[in-house]
């Protein structure tokens, strides 16, 4: 986005004098005489609007005709067009999340294990065999390309998948901040399910015990319905905000494991 634009369209004048413009070409005096301003202050005012690519000047004879370039107004256009996803789709993730975190505050305040025993099921159908999803659940190359909600990368993956085997993804917050979580495999049978717990840590401690189990339905030889049931266990007050977001943050992992696997099988087709 050029800054130029911005600053030119800043002043109630030159906005005036656009609108003008958008009608057809003008001479200097008459934006003058329309705008009720001395010709030179009409004059600066056009000269910065050419400056920015608004603007340009045809001389003919002793007079200054000045015309609209649309150009920098489409490159505007097309900026602020990138933020209609953000006034579409009410309320703010943000807000969303804050309203979340506020709720469960208040019923861990009343019962410091209020969410022992909650159950949350997530099913959607990834474009992708179960033998390829279950690689990317099991295998550490493959879990670093998306076990992370949006907005943070995975930074370190330990995955030793067998009854008892550790499991622990790291990641990475865009201040350089580190979550982690941190459990193991319970139960495997590939590729049919995949059962492990995991807890998020504070201060190297676990805030509660998230039980999953992810199970993999071959819908043909190409889609897969994914199924992920979690239930909590052993919570506390300080698991409250990861509580508040994890049925969102889940949501937004899994799409970056459907990307991730569209992403890969495209590849080794073209290989």
Do not use: C
């Not at 911005?6 to 005096?29: K, M």
């Not at 995949?194 to 339905?217: A, C, I, T, Y």
């Amino acid at each position: 986005m050029n800054i130029a634009v911005l600053n030119a369209l800043a002043e109630p004048n030159r906005l005036h004098i656009l609108e003008l413009l958008r009608e057809r070409p003008r001479t200097v005096g008459e934006i003058a005489n329309l705008l009720a301003i001395r010709q030179p202050q009409a004059t600066k005012h056009l000269q910065m609007l050419e400056k920015a690519g608004l603007a340009i000047m045809y001389p003919q004879g002793q007079r200054r005709v000045y015309a609209l370039q649309a150009q920098p107004l489409h490159e505007l256009y097309a900026w602020v067009s990138a933020f209609k996803p953000n006034w579409l789709n009410p309320p703010d993730m943000l807000e969303e999340y804050a309203a979340a975190v506020k709720h469960e505050l208040a019923l861990a305040a009343q019962n410091g294990s209020w969410a022992d025993g909650r159950r949350v099921t997530i099913s959607r159908v990834i474009p992708a065999p179960r033998e390829a999803l279950w690689r990317f659940w099991t295998e550490v190359d493959d879990m670093m390309q998306w076990w992370s909600p949006e907005y943070l990368t995975t930074a370190y993956v330990e995955s030793d998948p067998r009854p008892g085997g550790k499991l622990r993804v790291d990641m990475r917050h865009p201040d350089g901040t580190i979550h982690t979580a941190e459990g193991h495999y319970t139960q495997l049978q590939p590729p049919q399910r995949l059962d492990f717990m995991m807890s998020p840590l504070e201060n190297g401690r676990p805030v509660f015990e998230s039980h999953n189990s992810v199970k993999f339905e071959a819908i043909d030889k190409t889609h897969t319905r994914l199924t992920l049931s979690i239930r909590l266990a052993a919570t506390t007050a300080a698991g409250a905000s990861y509580i508040a977001g994890m049925e969102m943050g889940w949501n937004q992992t899994l799409d970056k494991l459907e990307r991730a696997v569209t992403e890969t099988d495209e590849s080794e087709t073209r290989m």
